[in-house]
C-alpha cells in the first residue's frame, strides 16, 4: 500500500498483514483489561445461581460495545491518515518548484527519518510523486481497512471469553474466578513473550513485565472505578 493509500502488489503472498505484531497484541490486551474490570468486582456480584452468567454477559455487552468503539476509531484514524499523506502528495505534485516540494516532503516525515534521508533522495521522491498521474482526489476505504477494523473488534471481544467464561462453566465462584485468574496472566505473558520477540527483548523477560503491568493497571483501573 502505497502512501495514498492504493495496493501496488497485487500478489497475495507480497501484501502485508492489516494489523501488525503490535496492533493484534494491543488490541487484544486491551479487551482482555476490559472484562477483568468485571472480574475484578465479582465479590460485587450476588450469590444466585444465575451470578455467573451475570457476568459474563455483562463483560461480553462491554466489550461488544468497545470492541465497536475502538474498530469505528481504527477506521477514523486511518481516513484522517490517510487524507493527510494525500494533501501532501497533491501539494508536492502541484508546486513548480522542487525545493519547496522536497520541503513539503521533510516536514510531513517523522521526526527520527529526517536526519536518515537527504534532499537527493527526496528529490528523487518528489519526481516520483509528480509524475504520477493517478493520485485519486481524496482519501476512501480500501478493503484492508474494513479487514483491519474487523480484526479489532474480533480480537477486543474474543479476549472476553477466557477471562469471564470461567464464571459460565463453574458454579463455584472461588473455582471459576481461579481459572479466570490462571488463564489472564498466562495471556498476559504470552502477549508479553510476542511484544518481547517483536521488539528485540527476552521473550521471558518481557512476559513477565506484561504480567505484571497487566495486573497492575487492572488494580487501578478497578480503584478508579472502570
Not at 38 to 47: C, I, M, P, Q
Not at 162 to 176: G, M, R
Amino acid at each position: 500500500m502505497d502512501a495514498t493509500g492504493h495496493t501496488e502488489r497485487e500478489n497475495v503472498g507480497d501484501r502485508e498483514p492489516v494489523l501488525d505484531v503490535v496492533d493484534r497484541v494491543c488490541e487484544l490486551c486491551f479487551g482482555l483489561f476490559m472484562a477483568l474490570t468485571f472480574v475484578g468486582t465479582v465479590s460485587a456480584v450476588g450469590a444466585g445461581a444465575d451470578a455467573g452468567h451475570k457476568m459474563f454477559y455483562t463483560a461480553l455487552g462491554c466489550n461488544l460495545a468497545w470492541g465497536l468503539a475502538d474498530a469505528v476509531m481504527y477506521l477514523v484514524r486511518t481516513l484522517v491518515s490517510r487524507g493527510r499523506r494525500m494533501t501532501v502528495a497533491h501539494s508536492v505534485r502541484s508546486e513548480p518548484d522542487a525545493a519547496a516540494g522536497v520541503r513539503a516532503l521533510r516536514d510531513a516525515m517523522a521526526s527520527w527519518l529526517k536526519p536518515l534521508i537527504g534532499d537527493t533522495e527526496l528529490e528523487s521522491i518528489r519526481r516520483r510523486v509528480a509524475a504520477r498521474p493517478d493520485l485519486p482526489q481524496r482519501a476512501v476505504f480500501v478493503r484492508d481497512d474494513l479487514i483491519a477494523a474487523a480484526s479489532i473488534f474480533v480480537l477486543v471481544v474474543a479476549a472476553t471469553f477466557p477471562v469471564a467464561l470461567p464464571f459460565v462453566l463453574f458454579a463455584h465462584v472461588p473455582t471459576a474466578l481461579l481459572v479466570s485468574r490462571v488463564l489472564t496472566i498466562v495471556m498476559l505473558f504470552g502477549s508479553g513473550v510476542a511484544l518481547g520477540h517483536y521488539a528485540g527483548f527476552r521473550g521471558w523477560h518481557a512476559g513477565l513485565a506484561m504480567a505484571v503491568v497487566g495486573v497492575l493497571l487492572t488494580m487501578a483501573i478497578i480503584a478508579l472505578g472502570g
